[in-house]
Structure formats: structure tokens, C-alpha cells
């Protein structure tokens, strides 16, 4: 079945250094990625997205990176501070109005002081 | 910013028990969607709703869920006869668009004991 799914469970690094979390999907129709935060209680909180038809997106801090040829999705954090520490999913949405969002496993970003 | 509102944030119920889940869309939105999560695992589709209908389910959706949308604000989940494995964090999101823009709700923990 077609899945989207992390490499790695956890990730730690040293506050300041860059972060970078891995993604790989499956669906080649999918046009939409997101990449969620989720802290300890609370729902997924969007943090950046980018459609089929770019490679690279930017924001504050943060970098989505897409090569649709491995089927790989990375998001990039700058300067990872200790509020970055939470959970983090990517998530496809296959073509379509009103497609589902497919999430990944998740991994857990731990930030060393 | 607006935001989706879930009520009541923690749920315990008895096993057999009816549950409604409730949730409150940003208010212009037209998508409608019930995701869970099983503790330690990744968030997981469970129905999209447009145009006062479902749109798609999971295979987890099955007889026992109900979704309705009685006054054109809130929009509940119900589950008719509970079962411990039901017992997972329930999130609520909206979207303008159905393929883009989603916003989650903080969820309601349910509990079946």
C-alpha cells in the first residue's frame, strides 16, 4: 500500500546547530506536503508546505527541501533552539480536492542545552 | 488567528458507552475532517465531510462513527458503543480549500475503560 514514512525515530542535537529531518512517500500522485510540529497535548501545528511543482521552499528558520525522483521530503530547522524540541510529521495529500492528509510516523526532536 | 475548538479537551468513558466528540471549524471553512492518534503512533485519517456529506473514510470508520454538522458551526464525532482500542487522542481539522490550508484542533483525549 502506498505509505509516507521517516527514517529515523529520534534525532537529538545541539542547541545552535541545523536540523535535518527525513521523509520518504511513496505516492507519486501526491501534489502537497506539509511538515507538522507536535508538542506534548496538543494538535499538529503547521510549520511549512510545498506542492509538487517546487523543489525548495523557505521560511522563517526553516527550509522544506522536495526531489520528487527519490520521492524525498527533508525539512531543514536553522539554529535549533529548545522550543523546537517536539514531535515532527510530514504529510501528503494526494491530488484532488478534499484529499486526505496520509501523515508519517513522526520523530522526535530532542534539543541538547 | 483563528482557530478549531474541540470540546471537552479529555474524555472518559465505559466501554459500551455513546461518546460525541465536538469541534468548532473556523467559522469560513468548508472541509471537514476527524483524524486520531494512538499513543506513540503517527496521526491517522478517519473521514473528510464537504457539502454536508462524507467525502471519503478510513477503513477505521466503521459503523460504530458517526459524523453530523447540526448548525452549520459545530461538527461531531460519535462514537455509539465504545471500545478500549478506541481510546486515542481525536483531532478535528478544517480547510477552506479541501487541498490545502488545514488547521487542527488541540484534540480530545478520550479514555474507554
Known amino acids: 500500500g502506498e505509505s509516507v514514512g521517516l527514517h529515523l525515530p529520534t534525532l537529538s542535537v545541539q542547541e545552535g546547530d541545523n536540523s535535518i529531518i527525513n521523509c520518504a512517500y511513496s505516492n507519486s500522485a501526491s501534489d502537497y506536503f506539509i511538515w507538522y510540529k507536535q508538542e506534548s497535548g496538543k494538535g499538529p501545528q503547521f510549520i511549512i508546505d510545498?506542492?509538487?511543482?517546487?523543489d525548495k521552499r523557505q521560511g522563517q528558520r526553516v527550509t522544506v527541501l522536495l526531489n520528487k525522483t527519490v520521492k524525498h521530503l527533508s525539512l531543514q530547522i536553522a539554529a535549533t533552539q529548545p522550543g523546537d524540541s517536539a514531535v515532527y510529521f510530514c504529510a501528503e495529500n494526494g491530488a484532488g480536492a478534499n484529499s486526505k492528509l496520509t501523515f508519517g510516523k513522526g520523530i522526535t526532536l530532542s534539543v541538547r542545552p | 488567528e483563528p482557530e478549531v475548538t474541540q470540546t471537552p479537551s479529555h474524555q472518559v468513558t465505559q466501554m459500551g458507552q455513546e461518546v460525541i466528540l465536538r469541534c468548532v471549524p473556523i467559522?469560513?471553512?468548508?472541509?471537514f475532517y476527524w483524524y486520531r492518534q494512538i499513543l506513540g503512533q503517527k496521526v491517522e485519517f478517519l473521514v473528510s465531510?464537504?457539502?454536508?456529506?462524507?467525502?471519503?473514510k478510513s477503513e477505521i470508520f466503521d459503523d460504530q462513527f458517526s459524523v453530523e454538522r447540526p448548525d452549520g458551526s459545530n461538527f461531531t464525532l460519535k462514537i455509539r458503543s465504545t471500545k478500549l482500542e478506541d481510546s486515542a487522542m481525536y483531532f478535528c481539522a478544517s480547510s477552506l480549500q479541501g487541498n490545502y490550508g488545514y488547521t487542527f484542533g488541540s484534540g480530545t483525549r478520550l479514555t474507554v475503560v
Open positions: 465531510f464537504y457539502n454536508n456529506e462524507i467525502s471519503e
Open positions: 467559522s469560513n471553512h468548508l472541509y
Open positions: 510545498i506542492r509538487s511543482n517546487m
